[in-house]
């Protein structure tokens, strides 16, 4: 009788030894996956491999490598020797990818102080700095001080999700000077977000492509009529 108790007493005791490792095990593996999430590289171009430095936290939410390659193989054939603008830039991984595939020029608007230092940080490490403005401002702010001075061939925004910003720089972009001809602009959002203001503003819908929690808008401005 006493056997089998020290018997039993020793099952349990191995038991929560074992349920404790593969606790321990998943939850280094969940804290793993975070880390690599929001881990960044340029992708392609002059300065493929390169890693990018992200702000802490989840503020910036950068654009996965996964997302961003998806985005950049569509893109990727009008990137030689375009002007670049890059909209809520977080850490600015969107338009380094421009440069680094043969962009020109890239325009980064960011008014986080974190988020700041990583696109000069980026820049820095990636060697783009000369080929690269950095504007500390809120998005409106910078489309105001842009205007009827830089014209772009593509236009990026990645603001936060849900909150209409999208919208407020598309009204200012369709009647500005900042879209050169044929400019594409390109919104990320979250998948419930609508745009039924679209054909009022003069924009037309070329593309939408849905990723798993977010999707990437493809516009363009149509030429006005005489």
């Keep these: 009788m006493e056997l089998r108790f020290r018997i039993s007493s020793l099952q349990f005791i191995w038991t929560k030894i074992i349920d404790i490792f593969i606790t321990n095990y998943y939850n280094d593996a969940d804290e793993n996956m975070t880390k ?18 992200t702000a802490e936290g989840l503020n910036t939410r950068p654009t996965t490598d996964r997302i961003k390659e998806t985005l950049f193989n569509m893109i990727a054939r009008g990137l030689g020797d ?14 380094i990818e421009a440069l680094s595939r043969g962009a020109a020029r890239a325009v980064f608007v960011e008014n ?13 490490r990636t060697r783009m700095e000369d080929y690269a403005k950095v504007l500390s401002m809120d998005v409106m702010n910078a489309l105001r001080k842009l205007n009827n001075k830089e014209r772009f061939d593509y236009v990026f925004m990645d603001p936060p999700y849900d909150h209409l910003l999208e919208m407020e720089a598309l009204k200012f972009l369709a009647s500005s000077a900042l879209l050169a001809d044929g400019a594409l602009i390109i919104v990320e959002a979250s998948l419930t977000t609508e745009f039924p203001y679209l054909d009022e503003l003069g924009f037309s ?3 939408r492509k849905e ?11 149509r030429a006005k009529s005489c």
Excluded: W
């Design 82 to 95: 375009a002007a670049f603008l890059d909209l809520f830039a977080g850490s600015g991984g969107i338009g």
């Design 211 to 221: 990723y798993k929690t977010n999707a990437h808008i493809f516009l363009e401005r």
């Design 36 to 53: 690599e999430k929001y881990k960044m590289r340029v992708i392609a171009g002059r300065a493929r491999r390169i890693q990018l430095k």
């Design 112 to 124: 986080a102080p974190d988020a700041l230092a990583c696109i000069r940080e980026n820049l820095k």
């Design 205 to 207: 819908l070329v593309k």
